[in-house]
């Protein structure tokens, strides 16, 4: 008897396992994000368009990626953008691509980790030169809204749809094709700019007529970049208190040398700063304006202007935003040439 009962013990057990084995054989894989696109009715364009550029397989691969995935809708309006009887069947291929993977991040970005505001690399690259730099998206998040590259309102979109989990990475469906920004496009998305933004775009008042420099930095191209050296808000409300205290009072042609004096030729990165100190006198560079300012890369990045008296240098405290024309670091000190 008390063997019988051990015999049933282990059948029952045996059956158990069995039972536990055959549940998790029939457990659902998870899918990968071209997968979940290419089951989901309202991502036939985007499935299209990675079919069409390649990019199915990287999206069905190993990795995690996050993908802010235009609707069709999206896409839509976005192809009638660029002129009638544009499709994603025949629009150009390589502006395609371009496009897509700058909606694309090569980690996942769930939007609880997402804060108050941040840049992220995507995976479009400016040229294509090996190891070319890739294009910045500005984040931002408030309360669980999810802006991209200054929303709707600028050449970006809003996260309609948050967190749909993929075996590789994550998905947010957005309202909008979200465009490749340029310098001014950053500098108009990012809210701490939005002194600089003013200044740039004065047509007269305080600030004169910026018109030339607002034409010559919306001029800049992929083939002929710039670099911008970006003051905050904190940095020009620094300089407009210390002007009132020295008495000074600037020229619109002032502040246009002083705008200019912030702009250095070429798509120079954080990494590339080394190269500009060693490879001039002292760190001595030249600027859009015609004068030169000095970078100093011990205990920190600085640029120090030559406006006398001698004021502090000022810090970059952000890099490698980086656009379409060129790359922006932020400064927490407007400099000043020779006025």
Do not use: W
């Not at 995935?69 to 660029?82: G, I, K, M, V, Y």
């Not at 996260?159 to 994550?170: L, R």
């Amino acid at each position: 008897m008390k063997n019988l009962i051990k015999k049933m013990a282990f059948a029952c057990i045996a059956l158990t396992m069995l039972s536990c084995s055959d549940d998790d054989n029939n457990t659902p894989q998870q899918q990968t994000i071209a997968e979940i696109a290419s089951e989901t009715a309202d991502f036939s364009t985007l499935v299209t368009a990675l079919n069409r550029t390649g990019l199915t397989a990287t999206l069905n691969g190993s990795g995690q990626f996050t993908v802010f995935a235009p609707t069709n809708a999206a896409f839509q309006t976005f192809f009638a953008s660029l002129g009638s009887g544009v499709t994603v069947d025949n629009v150009n291929t390589d502006v395609l691509k371009a496009i897509l993977l700058n909606h694309v991040v090569a980690l996942e970005i769930k939007s609880t980790d997402i804060p108050a505001a941040t840049y992220v690399s995507t995976l479009s690259p400016i040229n294509s030169t090996a190891n070319a730099p890739t294009i910045s998206m500005f984040v931002q998040k408030s309360g669980s809204t999810v802006t991209l590259n200054g929303g709707v309102d600028s050449k970006g979109a809003v996260v309609s749809t948050a967190d749909v989990d993929a075996s590789n990475g994550v998905i947010h469906i957005v309202n909008r094709v979200i465009q490749i920004p340029t310098l001014v496009d950053h500098v108009v998305d990012n809210p701490d700019f939005d002194t600089l933004q003013t200044v740039v775009t004065s047509t007269g008042g305080a600030f004169g007529d910026q018109s030339a420099v607002l034409g010559a930095l919306s001029g800049l191209t992929p083939t002929a970049p710039a670099t911008l050296f970006a003051p905050n808000n904190a940095a020009f409300t620094s300089l407009i208190a210390e002007l009132t205290t020295a008495g000074i009072s600037p020229t619109g042609a002032q502040f246009s040398s002083v705008l200019q004096y912030h702009a250095v030729g070429g798509n120079v990165r954080s990494s590339a700063l080394s190269g500009i100190v060693s490879g001039t006198s002292a760190g001595v560079v030249p600027t859009l304006n015609g004068q030169n300012f000095t970078i100093s890369l011990t205990g920190g990045a600085k640029i120090t202007g030559t406006f006398a008296p001698t004021r502090a240098a000022s810090n970059i405290i952000s890099t490698d935003i980086q656009g379409s024309n060129g790359v922006i670091h932020v400064l927490d000190k407007v400099l000043l040439p020779t006025l």
